[in-house]
């Protein structure tokens, strides 16, 4: 029920206690893996023990789609902590896996985080090509969450060309994402901000980042509140308030000892550096 109300912190932690009771040879416990394993990742950044166990056992017992799924998951929580190159090598064999198979909402999943991979990376076609498909899938198979996802990528590649369009696609995910009250629609207030700070857009950039910030803390989203907490200081610096930014990237930063390593650390460190250098 937590999942379904996308109280995904909490979810995680009912998870990890049913596991903690779940009989280590029972045929249903790789799927109760991978079911933590996605809960912790995406409301907490954690998960990765319970990722690569499920993605064993799911590939042990011949569950393909589960094994994607797991693969999908750890590749993209890698890269939210800087390990770009074990993120693509996990995501690339997800994808691999699920290429022939008919839809499903499986494969809809790992093609989504592929594109986003492929954006990330600057393989701007090829990302463009994997969110059109998503977005046609998704459609078929009513998947809202993935359909903003896809949107927001979509945007993304938009916004490298230069192309306000960008802020067509962005838009279509919040209308989406705020209907069907997904947490997918965090990644769409992080990546909308950056595109208006390309677009000189820079007050609304951080009134989109203050409306992602509040979102995520009622979604219970600790991995997509740090990640939104990760563009304030580059913000308040391109706004000119300093103080206001050294202030984020020292608070950014000191999480690190609570929570691992991130994706935005350098950003934070850059930013520090360059307030100090004057």
């Given at each position: 029920?937590?999942?379904?109300?996308?109280?995904?912190?909490?979810?995680?932690?009912?998870?990890?206690?049913?596991?903690?009771?779940?009989?280590?040879?029972?045929?249903?416990?790789?799927?109760?893996?991978?079911?933590?394993?996605?809960?912790?990742?995406?409301?907490?950044?954690?998960?990765?023990?319970?990722?690569?166990?499920?993605?064993?056992?799911?590939?042990?017992?011949?569950?393909?789609?589960?094994?994607?799924?797991?693969?999908?998951?750890?590749?993209?929580?890698?890269?939210?902590?800087?390990?770009?190159?074990?993120?693509?090598?996990?995501?690339?064999?997800?994808?691999?896996?699920?290429?022939?198979?008919?839809?499903?909402?499986?494969?809809?999943?790992?093609?989504t985080v592929a594109a986003g991979n492929a954006m990330v990376a600057g393989e701007d076609e090829k990302a463009?090509?994997?969110?059109?498909?998503v977005v046609r899938l998704a459609e078929g198979l009513g998947l809202d969450d993935a359909r903003v996802q896809?949107?927001?990528?979509?945007?993304?590649?938009?916004?490298?060309?230069?192309?306000?369009?960008?802020?067509?696609?962005?838009?279509?995910?919040?209308?989406?994402?705020?209907?069907?009250?997904?947490?997918?629609?965090?990644?769409?207030?992080?990546?909308?901000?950056?595109?208006?700070?390309?677009?000189?857009?820079?007050?609304?950039?951080?009134?989109?980042?203050?409306?992602?910030?509040?979102?995520?803390?009622?979604?219970?989203?600790?991995?997509?509140?740090?990640?939104?907490?990760?563009?304030?200081?580059?913000?308040?610096?391109?706004?000119?308030?300093?103080?206001?930014?050294?202030?984020?990237?020292?608070?950014?930063?000191?999480?690190?000892?609570?929570?691992?390593?991130?994706?935005?650390?350098?950003?934070?460190?850059?930013?520090?550096?360059?307030?100090?250098?004057?």
């Open positions: 029920r937590a999942m379904a109300l996308s109280a995904l912190t909490a979810a995680a932690r009912y998870y990890r206690e049913a596991l903690a009771l779940w009989p280590a040879d029972d045929a249903h416990r790789p799927r109760l893996l991978l079911a933590a394993g996605r809960a912790a990742s995406q409301g907490e950044g954690t998960g990765a023990d319970e990722l690569e166990s499920a993605r064993e056992a799911l590939a042990g017992a011949g569950d393909v789609e589960g094994a994607a799924e797991a693969d999908a998951l750890l590749g993209n929580l890698l890269w939210r902590r800087g390990d770009r190159a074990r993120a693509t090598r996990h995501i690339a064999r997800a994808h691999e896996t699920v290429a022939a198979l008919p839809a499903s909402r499986s494969k809809t999943f790992v093609l463009a090509e994997l969110a059109s498909e896809a949107l927001t990528t979509l945007g993304s590649v938009n916004m490298h060309g230069g192309r306000r369009a960008a802020l067509d696609f962005f838009e279509e995910a919040l209308a989406l994402g705020t209907r069907s009250r997904t947490p997918a629609i965090l990644r769409t207030y992080a990546n909308l901000a950056v595109a208006l700070v390309g677009f000189g857009e820079i007050v609304r950039a951080r009134e989109v980042l203050g409306e992602g910030l509040a979102l995520a803390e009622t979604f219970g989203e600790q991995a997509m509140g740090r990640w939104l907490r990760g563009q304030v200081p580059y913000l308040e610096f391109c706004l000119g308030d300093w103080d206001s930014a050294l202030r984020a990237a020292d608070a950014f930063l000191e999480e690190r000892e609570r929570l691992g390593a991130h994706y935005l650390e350098h950003d934070a460190h850059e930013i520090r550096a360059m307030i100090r250098l004057g």
